[in-house]
């Protein structure tokens, strides 16, 4: 279970969140709800919640700044809010997901379902001994039509969907098919160096090469293959490489 704090000043948002958590994610304990970033902060004090929703945009203390508060962040942030505009600075705050309102239900599934993941693999690094803050799960289990294959992450150049499965290209390997949709392999992937670049690709950053503006933009991954880019996520994409630490192992 989940333990969840709520932080935003418009009370219809943070009732129809609530709501819509208590319906779609029944693995998440609503602890508090805040409406304001001081609430927020010191609910997060007491508390130490598993993760907090937080509103971007509000007055005397934002959500950025509640953020710059805490000492030692040892919980995950998903950002809710109305605007597109603070995507950037919240992907280098390393939240782990930005929903936009009004939150869309699958959405948030994916964004509770990334937490969950994150919580698994430590406590799994924990019990067996090893320290999370020193070690990170190089490789994940993917569900192909022949059973589980365990691939190191760093071996994935970038998946693209098929249908309802995802193709999953590898580096000087067999690509692989996998009965998982592109946004359930984003929703393990986005844990780690991915991002959706357009509806059909989840990129590997460490592996992008060049990006050609011209044919409305793609990406040359490092094994050649074009990858299209989306005019909603080109310039995301640009501006998290200007950030010298946009990616983390």
Not at 40 to 55: C, E, M, N, R, S
Not at 131 to 148: H, N, S
Request: net charge negative; hydrophobic share 40%.
């Amino acid at each position: 279970m989940l333990r969840a704090i709520l932080v935003d000043d418009e009370p219809n948002c943070l009732k129809m969140l609530e709501w819509e958590l208590q319906n779609s994610c029944p693995d998440v304990e609503i602890i508090e709800l805040c409406n304001s970033g001081k609430e927020g902060l010191k609910a997060i004090q007491k508390h130490q919640p598993d993760v907090v929703f937080l509103d971007v945009d509000m007055p005397y203390m934002n959500g950025f700044e509640l953020l710059e508060l805490v000492p030692d962040i040892k919980f995950d942030v998903i950002f809710t809010t109305a605007y597109d505009e603070y995507a950037v600075k919240a992907f280098k705050t390393n939240a782990i997901d930005y929903l936009l309102k009004p939150i869309d239900e699958e959405e948030l599934r994916t964004a509770v379902s990334k937490v969950k993941d994150k919580n698994q693999h430590l406590t799994t690094k924990v019990q067996s001994g090893d320290d999370p803050r020193k070690q990170v799960i190089r490789k994940i289990a993917l569900p192909t039509f022949e059973g589980l294959v365990f691939v190191e992450v760093d071996r994935i150049v970038y998946c693209q969907s098929d249908n309802n499965y995802s193709k999953i290209i590898l580096k000087g390997e067999k690509n692989l098919f996998i009965s998982k949709t592109l946004k359930e392999t984003e929703a393990v992937l986005g844990n780690y160096h991915f991002f959706r670049v357009h509806n059909s690709y989840l990129v590997n950053l460490n592996e992008i090469r060049n990006y050609v503006k011209s044919d409305g933009g793609y990406l040359i991954m490092s094994n050649e293959d074009r990858v299209k880019v989306s005019r909603a996520k080109k310039d995301l994409l640009l501006q998290l490489f200007q950030s010298p630490s946009r990616v983390k192992a």
